[in-house]
C-alpha cells in the first residue's frame, strides 16, 4: 500500500504568530488544507496520515470537516505528532502498522505541510519511483554559492555548486527500511538528523533524487509567508 503522510507537528516559532503557521491562511484556506487537498486529488494515496502538534488535533478536526469533502474524510487519520520532525513520523508510521501491518510492501509519501504547492505531477512521480528505489528524495540545483564555516566567521570550504542542490519534500521510502534503519542510530547520530533522507544517508543506503520545484517552497519565516500569499494569488 501507498501512504501519504503530511508532517505538521510544529508550532512555527519563527513565524511570531499567535497559531502554528501550518493554519494560517493563504488565499482563503489554511496552508494546510493547500497540501491535503493535493494529496487527495492523487488516487494512488490509498491513506493518508497528518502528524499534527497533540494541542492542536481538534483543531484540525475542525478543519478536515470544514474543508474536506464528506467521502474523502475516510481517507485521513490524525496523529499526535512528536518532539522532533522524524519523531512525527516514526509515530504516523507505528499507527499505520497497527491499522496494516508490517508488510515489506508499504510506501510512504511524506510531505511538509508548509510546501502548500506541491504538485499532484510530483507526489505522482514520487508515487512511481518510491517501489524502484526504496527511498527517494526531491531536490532542486543550488542557485547561490555555498559556504562552509564551522567557526560563523571564516569560511572553510566554497564546494563547487554544480555538486549542490537544495533538498525539498516530498521524501519518499519503503515504510519498513526507513524505520529499521531508524532504530539503528545511535543517539549522537540522531542528534544529527536534518530530515527523513538523512536517516538513510547516515546508514550509506542510496536516495534516488527526483527533480523538484521552486515553487515548491517552505513556509518558514514571516517574509516566506508574504511571498506564498503573491504565489497564491497568482494561481487563483
Not at 501507498?2 to 510544529?10: E, K, L
Not at 504516523?92 to 509519501?109: L, S, W
Not at 519498513?176 to 534503519?181: I, N, Q
Request: glycine content about 6%; overall charge negative; some cysteine.
Amino acid at each position: 500500500m501507498i501512504f501519504g503522510i503530511i508532517v505538521a507537528g510544529g508550532v512555527g516559532s519563527r513565524m511570531g504568530a499567535d497559531m502554528p503557521k501550518q493554519f494560517l491562511n493563504l488565499a482563503g484556506r489554511p496552508i494546510i488544507m493547500h497540501t491535503l487537498e493535493t494529496f487527495l486529488e492523487c488516487a494512488g494515496l490509498e491513506q493518508i496520515y497528518m502528524g499534527v502538534h497533540p494541542e492542536w488535533m481538534t483543531y484540525m478536526e475542525e478543519l478536515i470537516i470544514q474543508y474536506v469533502k464528506e467521502e474523502d474524510r475516510l481517507r485521513v487519520h490524525l496523529v499526535p505528532g512528536g518532539k522532533e520532525r522524524n519523531d512525527t513520523i516514526m509515530n504516523v508510521i507505528d499507527q499505520i502498522e497497527k491499522a496494516y501491518g508490517t508488510e515489506e510492501t508499504h510506501y510512504i509519501i511524506t510531505q511538509d505541510g508548509v510546501r502548500p504547492f506541491v504538485t499532484k505531477e510530483l507526489v505522482e512521480e514520487h508515487i512511481r519511483a518510491v517501489v524502484r528505489h526504496d527511498a527517494v528524495d526531491t531536490a532542486i540545483p543550488a542557485v547561490d554559492t555555498i559556504i562552509v564555516s564551522e567557526d560563523g566567521n571564516f569560511i572553510k570550504d566554497i564546494p563547487e555548486r554544480k555538486y549542490l542542490y537544495q533538498s525539498q519534500t516530498p521524501q519518499s521510502f519503503r515504510m519498513d527500511l526507513l524505520k529499521k534503519l531508524y532504530l539503528e542510530l545511535e543517539p549522537e547520530e540522531k542528534g544529527i538528523l536534518t530530515d527523513a533522507c538523512k536517516i538513510c544517508t547516515v546508514r550509506k543506503v542510496p536516495v534516488y533524487i527526483v527533480a523538484g520545484d521552486a515553487a515548491n517552497m517552505k513556509i518558514t519565516t514571516a517574509s516566506d509567508y508574504q511571498i506564498a500569499e503573491i504565489i497564491a494569488k497568482n494561481r487563483r
